[in-house]
């Protein structure tokens, strides 16, 4: 070959690797030998940094550890790569938080999960330590088939808005949208191998992980993927355990007014998937009133989530019956209760000290002052579990009171509240569900109820 084709081949060679060099600004997570940056959370499985690869070793007896960022992001584009042992599951926690009142501090949030098993659900979303499974790759055998058993794996993950994207090796794994979580820390995980003495020891190895968290829009890259969107729809995890959509997101399907025999023409819409009580100066039902579920319940389940405006007051009552002396009081029922603290009077009233602030057993309970609320304007998700007349309330996975329907300390406290003067009051078998307009902008969405199955008589 003549000396000029080869000086060719060489500029074109080296034109080439310009052209394919990645020039995203990122930036580096690990330095070499050293977990500055970075502290542990959870268990007491063991890290180490050497020459940039972090190596995790499980321990035995000892509950899930991550090794956590001490800095928080909210949006980034997140790229490292990981090497997992065979018999081991592990994950790479996004968004997530470690907050004392939420289960002693325990970690959880959105991971990555790596799955070296033959389910191989590796790139997948799961909610560690809440709502499970979110996006998981049963109908994405191309994402399931690219992880490589024993050997170094890519992972890709935007987070961007209530956007979260994944890719393992370049194939496109998991397209979630969903707003429970805005920001948090990164994790790598060790999980738990409890007392199996075979996994002590083993290792989850990470290296060259970079961030980028400005330009995102510029860098962000489309996926193939159907989004999987949990805002008015069931997880692929509460299918399983079965919960059911007590409102569809779209229609009035399953409501109407507490005192109407169809839902209200007014006072009431449905917008963006959400469903809103209008403004009308805080007078409790002058436009549309009060709706209920059109069919009554027992035991249940229910997770609503409500968005409260700047002094806002609302509700959401259980075990109602509408049919009641058919008057007034045919829309009473023990009640969630829904309010802005900080401006609303209401907060300061009540037979017992604190009993109408939000999350309260409305006039009866107050709800421990120590609830993880976000601000107004903010989503926020209530959950009621009554089941044998064990009750309990619930803000943001946080149980914030509990009670015995038909208790004496039940009773006593009925009867020292407004509730006094109907009889039996709180005591249905069975009742309706209702969201109350008291004149106030309140959103709602996400709403679903779970009933457990009646036992087979032996």
Not at 36 to 58: L, R, S, V
Not at 218 to 240: D, M, V, W
């Amino acid at each position: 070959m003549k000396f000029h084709n080869l000086f060719f081949l060489v500029l074109i060679g080296f034109g080439l690797s310009s052209c394919n060099e990645d020039k995203t600004p990122w930036e580096d997570l690990f330095t070499n030998n050293s977990l500055e940056g970075f502290n542990i959370k959870g268990g007491n499985a063991t890290y180490q940094n050497e020459n940039g690869t972090i190596i995790g070793t499980t321990a035995a007896n000892t509950p899930n550890t991550f090794l956590c960022t001490d800095k928080e992001y909210s949006d980034f584009i997140f790229e490292i790569e990981y090497k997992v042992d065979a018999t081991m599951n592990s994950g790479i926690q996004i968004r997530s938080n470690s907050l004392p009142y939420y289960r002693d501090g325990m970690v959880h949030g959105y991971q990555i999960e790596i799955d070296p098993s033959k389910r191989a659900w590796s790139g997948g979303i799961y909610d560690e330590k809440r709502r499970k499974w979110l996006n998981p790759l049963v109908d994405n055998p191309q994402a399931q088939k690219a992880f490589k058993q024993n050997e170094w794996n890519h992972y890709r993950v935007e987070a961007i808005g209530d956007t979260l994207k994944t890719w393992i090796n370049g194939v496109a794994a998991a397209y979630l949208i969903d707003d429970k979580t805005s920001s948090g820390f990164i994790g790598l995980q060790v999980h738990s191998i409890g007392k199996n003495k075979k996994n002590l020891g083993k290792q989850v190895l990470w290296r060259n992980a970079k961030i980028l968290t400005t330009d995102l829009p510029k860098y962000s890259q489309e996926s193939p993927l159907e989004p999987i969107i949990t805002k008015n729809n069931l997880t692929y995890q509460e299918k399983k355990s079965g919960w059911k959509m007590l409102w569809d997101g779209k229609t009035t399907k399953g409501w109407r007014g507490a005192k109407l025999v169809k839902f209200p023409e007014k006072g009431w819409s449905i917008e963006n998937g959400e469903l809103i009580v209008a403004d009308t100066g805080g007078a409790e039902s002058t436009a549309g009133g009060d709706i209920v579920t059109t069919k009554e319940y027992s035991n249940f389940e229910l997770l609503v989530d409500f968005k409260l405006t700047d002094g806002a007051n609302s509700g959401i009552k259980y075990y109602v019956d509408t049919e009641l002396n058919k008057g007034p009081g045919s829309s009473i029922g023990l009640e969630y209760q829904i309010l802005d603290d900080a401006l609303h009077e209401d907060a300061k009233r009540g037979s017992h000290e604190g009993s109408r602030t939000v999350c309260s057993l409305y006039d009866l309970i107050k709800a421990d002052p120590i609830k993880p609320l976000n601000p107004i304007g903010e989503w926020n998700t209530a959950y009621i579990k009554s089941i044998n007349n064990k009750v309990e309330h619930w803000v943001n996975d946080v149980k914030v009171l509990e009670y015995e329907r038909g208790s004496d300390e039940f009773l006593k406290l009925v009867s020292e509240s407004k509730y006094a003067k109907w009889p039996n009051f709180g005591l249905l078998e069975k009742g309706q569900i209702l969201l109350q307009d008291h004149g106030n902008k309140v959103s709602f969405r996400n709403i679903k109820i779970r009933v457990p199955k009646p036992k087979k008589k032996k």
